[in-house]
């Protein structure tokens, strides 16, 4: 089908008439975003209803109409595309669904907020680059990770005020997919007629839940956005573990079994707008020891695609109603086997096959250096090779490395997609595990926020994510023209001051935000904890030195670590080459290159940062601090680089001098973290961050809670470990 919205020459009145279909209900929220951009630039809209025949073939007609013709007539535009052109002074907005619709009638309101009137709208032809365009999502309720971090939203979490903010984000910004993820969703979504005992909520909180979710997927629906459901494999509520007599992990008895293929049927012939059943392997597959589960066989890869085939496959194959399978590789699974499965189910819908770029940290490298589906790390080509024809894989960029601070680095995003855009691949899943993007749990109560939830600060990271995850070459000047909006006092079109304030902004964070991938394509982590990037630490090991002391990266293990991007060179490596007067490999980057690199940034954003404070006011205050932030952590990183090298060069060489450039340089360190802690402390409260039940206790105490101030005695503490620095043997 096919939606056309058209805009006439302005009428003496300054009303411009919107004739549409209001019961489509993405086309309707398109529709009211730029019918709110025609309101703020001095236009009076009147609204039409194209389904009772008004907008055509009558004397009045609409301005701008919203239609459904045939495909066909549309060839060259995919399924979420639009074209925009001029035809007779109308202004026509062509999609082949209802999805395109609503991203053509953003553009236009985008392009109007920018200045533009809608007779001089730039004609396009826009298809979306990637067919999935995911969030992921942890869920605050049976959660994967517990503790501090995730009980502070369940509130925002179970408030359909929270949900409909972010999904109308989620659309303004053209995510498709929301992928909600939970240890075990499906207790909370139904009451299981063979098994009752699976839960114990009365009718009446049974009744609230089944609201809540009815109402989170209509809305998902509502911005043409899909909703998934998914699992942590092997697990039942606890509820149902007591009433039942089995184990709440890892038990595969024929009981178990029976209810997770019966509650994954009833959940999908329930709730008729969700779209997906997600799956993944490992954690609760009897390939970790954890309690209570020491004398439980092992499964191979075999036993797990068997179990998932058997139970939740069998459950989506016996609904009502087709739904899709989200497939996660992790490094318990094989791709023969996940492939054997996939095509055995013959589903309907191209199934998706999740993999984790770069593990948990894939704000680093675009270079896809590491894997979560085997032990070693290293990918295996297996899951694409040869090109599979009834699934795609879809990159997972998980972000463990900033919560707090501000981010956004368009280059970045744009190289990645450049890089990793394969036949094989169909979209990205973004989004964290440690983190919930809900309540702004981290901000201090003051004037100047003016903003409800986390994700809402950080609305740089989702606009760039989901504009450029659905067209690469949107142009900095869209992103340019949000910071105007936001700072334009009042005015508008934000020209003069606003636009040039836009255009410094998002040069100052693409500057800035350079900081966290160049300390994770550095310095190689693995899962969860064991980089983040923004606080400097390592709580736990992934190769490399772990002192055992803090979470913070020390001097020394600066040094001992490998490194992520192959282009990199290690601290060790580097010193090394010059002790052998080799000269550097073609393509490498020594680490002092890296930390010029990081300086210069540092300079550019302190440049910046120095002409925009002036007038500055309330919110672009607090945006100036995150900057001005990033640009110590820089500094800081740069800084360490260089006397990291030193340091190095003195206990291969001796050379006195060297080990009294890098305490110098650690004091440069520790001048720059004081400035970190005052700057942040001026914003920011102390937060939850480890989750030390779900890490087996064994985390270090210091990363329980987070706060840059309360690090500053392990940045003293470098210089001691440099000025007692000896001579290797």
Known sequence: MLFIVCLLPLFSDAQVRVAFDPNDQPMSFGVSRMEEALKRSGQQVRRMDISSGAGEGRAEKANILVRVVPSGELPSVRKEGFEIRYTDNVLIVSATDAAGAMYGALDVAGQIRMGKGWQTITPKRTNPHFTVRALKFNLPWNSY??????????????????????????????????SLWNVHPFSFMVKPKNFPGANNFTGKEMEEWQHFWTALFRMCRERAIEPFIVNWNIAVSPEFAKNYSVQERNDTSAIIKRYTREVVTQVINEYP???????????????????????????TPKDREDWIEQTVVAGIKAADRPVKLLHRSVLSSDPAEMRRVINHAALQDTALVEVKFNWSHGHSTPVLALTHDTHTGKPDDGYWNPVPANYRIEWMIRNEDFFILRWGQPDFIRQHIAANSKDYVNGYFVGSEGYIPALDYSHLPNGHKNWDYAFQKQWLFYAL????????????????????????????PFSGRGTARGKMLLQAYAAASRMPLRLASFHAATWDYTLYSEGFLAPFASGGLNDTVS?????????????????????????????????????????????????????????????????????????LDDLETWAQLSLYFGYKLMAGVALQTY???????????AVRELGFCLDHWKKIAAITSAHYREVPYIDDHATGGIAYKDALRFSWSKYLPQAERDIELAKKAVVEK
């Open 651 to 661: 206990r291969v060489t001796g050379e006195k001098e060297m080990q009294q450039t």
């Open 551 to 623: 979470s913070f990266i020390s001097i020394d293990e600066l040094i001992d670590h490998p490194v992520l991007d192959p282009s990199y060179m290690s601290i060790p490596d580097f010193v090394k080459w010059k002790k052998e007067k080799k000269e550097l490999p073609a393509g490498k980057i020594s680490p002092l290159a890296l930390a010029d690199s990081l300086r210069a940034d540092a300079r550019k954003v302190y440049d910046i940062v120095i002409r925009l404070r002036r007038g500055a006011t309330g919110p672009l205050n607090c945006e």
């Open 273 to 299: 707008d969700l779209a997906g059943i997600g799956i993944t392997l490992a954690d609760w597959m009897s390939n970790f020891t954890s309690p209570g589960t020491s004398s439980l066989p092992v499964m």
């Open 465 to 492: 994510w989901g504009r450029l995850l659905y067209d690469p070459a949107t142009p900095d000047a869209v992103f340019e023209a949000a910071f105007g909006e936001r700072y334009s006092e009042g005015s508008f």
């Open 145 to 178: 990770r517990v503790g501090p971090a995730m009980d502070q939203h369940l509130e925002v979490c179970r408030d359909l005020r929270f949900w409909r903010t972010y999904i109308d984000q989620m659309a303004e910004n053209r995510f498709n997919l929301l």
